[in-house]
């Protein structure tokens, strides 16, 4: 297992000085001045989001949205702004609780549009809302009755095209004669393609003023759409549900497509070039399987796309293909980048990338020949995790999401002449409270794999003595906790701190960041090898001196709750563990889940057809053995980890004794999107682990609300 190192954040090596090193100084993020308080529970819920940037054309605007909790709703809204580089103004755009996202601005630069929902109850649906620097606010361009799921304006500015799922009037027919019911993976929730006119658009609007209804002009326009402003459909087929794509110039657009809406046909993937001016389509034969994600080059001759290497399973890296439209010549862009690598826009510059690197997320710029440089836009990012960038399309300017090592993430601008610069706060919200020093650990599993992790400690830490430890595992398993402000809202990591506590978020075998052999090596293995990642993690700091052996805990969301399920049964070192949405029994989860090709992939296999790997990897085979008593929390209308798992290990624990308390939020699905939700969670997470692991009473874990006392 060996021993535990620290180390900068994206380096291989041992010990090191500097901003996280070997003793005990703070690093941003971690004050340690006595006035400053540490942050509630309530504080983390409303803690802002900084997210979707897009930068104007001449790069002297940003757009961004910021998701944050309205308590008075119970909801999280986001909100688009935009921040003007000239007056340093930032203007809320959605100020209203219906809110915003998706910011884009048209290559013009005249238009900035954004999705906003319209309408009431069940009838609420993201439309596209468009501003020109002139309006005050946004008008609705579309008004599909399904909703728009994203939308791009065309070369010129002129028109906007969308996908939306394509309206379903016999559908609705049928629940009227029928009532409400679904036949699985044959009613169709398939994605076609609009288009509206912005000219026409804006002149229906004016004719509101002027003229009734029924006295208004009915001709249609020459793309379909009706004078009232309905959408005119681009394409529509029944064996093809549309994924993403990109404009090609005025007369042409590419897109990905799969044969239907259901997660099984995700390897059959195909690339699509469409004239728009004849309708005519045209399937780029190209090697699959293809991933979802497409962009056009700037002279408009070429596309790149995402393709899965290997046998495509979902843990292998995701490549970059370039196809060439004139001699249907395809090739693969010769990156040196052993890891998943996302195409965000392709400038005159070059190719704008995004990928994550053990525990930095980078962005460069990338060229014909596979040569990778940081964003020239971006400014100095060395050492710091850039990500989400948005780049005008000469190149020359940039916005992006910045975050140093303890850092919340913010918004930056920066170019050609013009200095890189913070946008938004979220750091100050930090300074302002006394909040845990972040650390990148590694230590060695028990067959030899180098794990690394983050490991938060109290300001004040006094390595001399041991301290209880938490360990927050993430979900995934393609993910990774990085070393940045703690900003989750499931578990109380500062609250943990301020109790005197160390808490240890691994990235187990698995996770982002680490390349394609690692994120494979718990394929066949899922849950044994990615317990003694974090078994072997807690051995090291137990080693150390730092971590209390009596006194240690475990908890995750997602596969990060499936690995504590396989902790709290498969170990006794664990004084308690909170089991969030996670897997408890693989059969069960892969004939209820909405995803059943990750259960394949990962195992191997059908349960039908290998049932010993399936019960080797599942919590609830081991639990005869439990001794830890577990919290899970599970959403009754979760699809993708569905409820079933977790009454199954609820009662497999009760029928072994094992204290366990089942908490069942009612409507939520896989994640919560309700601030009370997430205070419910934290706070009995506290609560539990509080008591299990501290030795503090249960008593703030009912949440006022009565209950029997375990």
Not at 254 to 274: C, G, H, I, K, W
Not at 346 to 363: A, F
Not at 571 to 587: C, H, N, Q, T, Y
Request: proline letters at 6%; a negative charge.
């Amino acid at each position: 297992m060996g021993k535990v190192e620290l180390g900068t954040a994206g380096s291989s090596g041992h010990w090191t000085q500097g901003p996280i090193g070997n003793g005990p100084q703070a690093t941003a993020g971690g004050a340690t001045d006595a006035g400053k308080p540490y942050f509630t529970v309530e504080d983390m819920v409303s803690l802002p989001a900084f997210e979707q940037v897009a930068v104007h054309p001449d790069g002297q605007r940003a757009a961004f949205v910021v998701r944050r909790a309205d308590w008075d709703e119970d909801q999280y809204v986001s909100q688009v702004f935009v921040y003007d580089v000239a007056s340093h103004d930032v203007v809320n755009l959605t100020p209203d609780a219906v809110g915003g996202s998706q910011p884009q601005w048209s290559p013009d630069g005249r238009w900035l549009g954004y999705l906003r929902t319209v309408g009431e109850g069940e009838a609420r649906k993201l439309q596209v809302f468009v501003k020109s620097r002139n309006e005050a606010v946004g008008v609705p361009v579309t008004r599909h009755p399904e909703g728009v799921f994203a939308f791009r304006f065309s070369a010129d500015g002129r028109t906007v095209f969308f996908t939306a799922v394509r309206p379903q009037p016999e559908r609705a027919e049928r629940d009227q004669r029928y009532g409400t019911f679904e036949y699985v993976d044959v009613d169709d929730r398939r994605r076609a393609l609009y288009r509206v006119d912005l000219a026409v658009e804006s002149a229906r609007r004016e004719t509101r003023y002027e003229r009734p209804r029924d006295l208004r002009d009915d001709t249609r326009q020459p793309d379909g759409g009706k004078a009232d402003g309905s959408a005119g459909l681009v394409f529509d087929r029944p064996d093809l549900h549309v994924l993403d794509f990109d404009l090609a110039g005025i007369d042409a657009l590419v897109f990905t497509a799969a044969p239907s809406t259901n997660f099984e046909d995700f390897q059959q993937y195909r690339l699509y070039r469409m004239n728009l001016r004849t309708g005519g389509l045209t399937e780029l034969q190209v090697p699959g399987p293809i991933g979802a994600v497409v962009r056009v080059s700037p002279d408009e001759q070429q596309c790149v796309f995402t393709r899965t290497s290997g046998d495509g399973k979902m843990f292998r890296n995701h490549e970059l293909w370039v196809y060439h439209f004139q001699d249907g010549t395809v090739r693969p862009l010769p990156l040196e980048i052993d890891e998943n690598v996302h195409p965000v826009v392709w400038t005159q510059r070059g190719l704008v990338v995004e990928w994550q690197d053990r525990l930095q997320t980078k962005v460069e710029l990338v060229q014909a020949d596979g040569v990778r440089q940081p964003l020239p836009s971006a400014g100095t990012t060395e050492g710091r995790l850039v990500r989400g960038a948005s780049v005008t399309p000469d190149g020359c300017f940039a916005a992006w999401l910045e975050a140093g090592v303890g850092e919340p993430w913010d918004v930056y601008v920066g170019g050609d002449g013009l200095d890189k610069r913070r946008v938004t706060q979220a750091l100050e919200l930090f300074t302002a409270h006394t909040t845990s020093r972040k650390h990148v650990v590694r230590w060695h599993a028990s067959d030899g794999v180098e794990v690394e992790g983050v490991l938060s400690l109290p300001p004040d830490f006094d390595g001399s003595q041991p301290h209880p430890l938490l360990v927050v595992v993430h979900g995934g398993p393609t993910a990774a906790s990085l070393p940045v402000a703690t900003t989750g809202k499931y578990y109380p990591i500062e609250q943990f701190v301020e109790r005197g506590c160390i808490v240890l978020e691994p990235n187990y075998r698995g996770s982002s960041g680490y390349g394609g052999d690692f994120r494979g090596l718990n394929e066949g293995n899922l849950g044994l090898g990615d317990y003694d990642d974090v078994i072997s993690g807690v051995d090291a700091l137990i080693a150390r001196g730092w971590a209390d052996a009596a006194r240690v805990g475990v908890m995750g969301w997602s596969q990060g709750g499936y690995i504590s399920a396989f902790c709290a049964t498969y170990s006794d070192r664990f004084k308690a563990a909170s089991v969030g949405a996670g897997i408890s029994d693989w059969m069960t989860y892969y004939v209820n889940t909405d995803i059943h090709p990750f259960t394949r992939h990962y195992l191997g296999a059908t349960p039908w057809e290998d049932g010993a790997v399936y019960a080797r990897t599942s919590p609830i085979t081991y639990v005869r053995n439990a001794q830890t008593p577990t919290l899970i929390q599970h959403g009754d209308a979760d699809a993708r980890v569905p409820v079933p798992n977790a009454f199954e290990l609820y009662q497999g624990l009760r029928d072994v004794g094992v204290p366990v308390q089942l908490v069942i939020f009612k409507g939520m699905q896989h994640g919560s999107n309700k601030p009370s939700w997430n205070r419910a969670i934290l706070r009995q997470n506290e609560a539990w682990f509080a008591h299990h692991v501290l030795g503090h009473p249960l008593d703030d874990f009912w949440l006022d609300g009565g209950g029997a006392k375990i």
